[in-house]
């Protein structure tokens, strides 16, 4: 054997290695294969995947288990449980020589599973206030952007809710309207101004809230039964519309129409149409109504028939 400087622990640690230098064997029959040098080995058998390596060279250290921190559970690759006021995780990326990242976190699906790179939940018992997330800048140079999010393509960039869809019949670039006898629901607009008007389905936002109506909060599943749709709360995004009431000019304010899930211009009535007093009051108390039906205002033209255009939400 020609090595030096190397540790055996164990009941043929080792074995074959007989020109190797700082290696670490430590447990029965630990690196019973491994030839090189600078190595650490910890099992009780002669795998080439220990419970623990190391390469010392390298700097280097690998769990080939589950690996549990202040706690019993061993249920994920790493299961770490802080107590009291301490951190679980804390990481420091200080290196100014590039891009360089705090935490990187990756998941894949195949077929209809979920897949969620990283996920967030808080248990909530005192009365302090609580964040799944909790962003903050340090620093003066350069652009803070807070949180990135790279899902913002399809044909709108809007900001949506979801919520309960009555008639589980909505599609999206639907006109829709609080539906009166449901709480947190909505249904198809069926007459022009409608007061109830409560937006646009959305076609393919860029940020989407209110996932406790389709997901439980305590295992991320889905949950069963649930039909809900996601309703464009802001930005643009594409709407069903009708040349109900005339062609359709961009800046035009849109409003809900006779037919259903369809938009149409936006007008007031003419004043100087009323016969007497009683008709103006009539004409104005219409006119006040419709003020209160504005979807939003058209980014596009539409001419004739129906069509889809892309609107700016804006309701009134």
């Not at 100014?96 to 808080?122: D, E, K, L, P």
């Not at 009166?180 to 409560?198: C, I, L, T």
């Amino acid at each position: 054997m020609s090595g030096s400087n190397n540790t055996y622990l164990g009941y043929q640690s080792g074995h074959g290695n007989a020109s190797g230098s700082g290696n670490v064997f430590i447990g029965s029959e630990a690196g019973y294969n491994e030839s090189g040098s600078n190595k650490l080995y910890i099992d009780n058998t002669n795998t080439t995947t220990p419970l623990i390596y190391g390469d010392f060279a390298s700097d280097v250290l690998r769990f080939n288990a589950n690996v549990g921190i202040g706690s019993t559970s061993t249920s994920a690759k790493l299961y770490v449980n802080g107590t009291g006021n301490e951190s679980a995780i804390r990481t420091y990326n200080t290196d100014n020589s590039g891009n360089n990242y705090g935490i990187i976190a990756y998941a894949g699906s195949t077929g209809t599973n979920n897949a969620q790179a990283i996920y967030s939940r808080v248990y909530r018992s005192g009365s302090g206030t609580y964040y799944s997330g909790y962003f903050l800048d340090y620093g003066t140079g350069g652009t803070y952007e807070g949180l990135y999010a790279d899902y913002r393509t399809g044909d709108a960039i809007d900001l949506a809710e979801y919520i309960y869809d009555t008639y589980n019949n909505l599609e999206k670039a639907d006109v829709v309207v609080i539906d009166a006898n449901n709480d947190e629901s909505v249904v198809r607009n069926s007459e022009p101004y409608s007061s109830n008007v409560a937006g646009i389905v959305s076609t393919q936002p860029h940020l989407v809230m209110g996932m406790e109506l389709i997901k439980d909060e305590e295992t991320g599943e889905e949950i069963p039964g649930v039909n809900a749709v996601q309703l464009s709360l802001a930005g643009r995004v594409p709407v069903k519309v009708t040349d109900e009431n005339g062609p359709i000019n961009r800046g035009d304010f849109l409003t809900s129409s006779s037919i259903p899930g369809y938009a149409m211009k936006w007008t007031l009535l003419d004043v100087n149409e009323a016969k007497d007093f009683e008709g103006l009051k009539i004409i104005l108390a219409e006119n006040e109504r419709r003020r209160n039906a504005v979807i939003g205002k058209a980014l596009e033209e539409h001419i004739s028939g129906t069509g889809k255009i892309v609107v700016l939400i804006g309701l009134q």
